[in-house]
């Protein structure tokens, strides 16, 4: 077993505890919880392992969660919203807007500033597990800019 899938596992079996012990769903922001892996990094997890669009999907993991603790189901389940936002932020690079940013703004498509922004990050980001090599290139003909994450650039937003 690899080192990653040894991590996996552990956020596996953490969840589940969490799940069988009736405590609250992780959030992905707020105080980190006791354990080595932060709150934020559990939902994270959760979210990825029931989602069928990610190459870490666990159809056995994702019944037992929903059999614990229904309650936990995903706030869109079954509707894949990677279409809707990539076609968001197509729409504004080709119009020549500036990147989203960080803010609860309603920009476009019925997204937050901020949802076009994570998501903008996690399909051109080639190290995530949602990276999308054909979006990325549209982006980067229209908008190259907006894929420097570096801090301090300046340029991130023309």
Known sequence: ????????????????????????????????????????????????????????????????????????????????RTKEKQDALIKMALEDRERPKQTQEIVEGGFTSIELYNALYTYTSVDNTGFDPEFSLIIMKYKPFWLLWERGLGMANK
């Open 1 to 80: 077993m690899t080192e990653k899938q040894k991590k996996v596992q552990e956020k596996k079996r953490i969840l589940i505890e969490l799940a069988q012990n009736g405590a609250p769903k992780p959030k992905r922001r707020g105080p980190s919880d006791k354990t080595k892996h932060g709150e934020h990094q559990l939902a994270c997890a959760l979210s990825n392992y029931r989602n069928t669009q990610t190459d870490v999907y666990d159809e056995d993991f994702d019944k037992l969660i929903t059999q614990l603790r229904p309650d936990w189901e995903p706030k869109r389940r079954g509707r894949n």
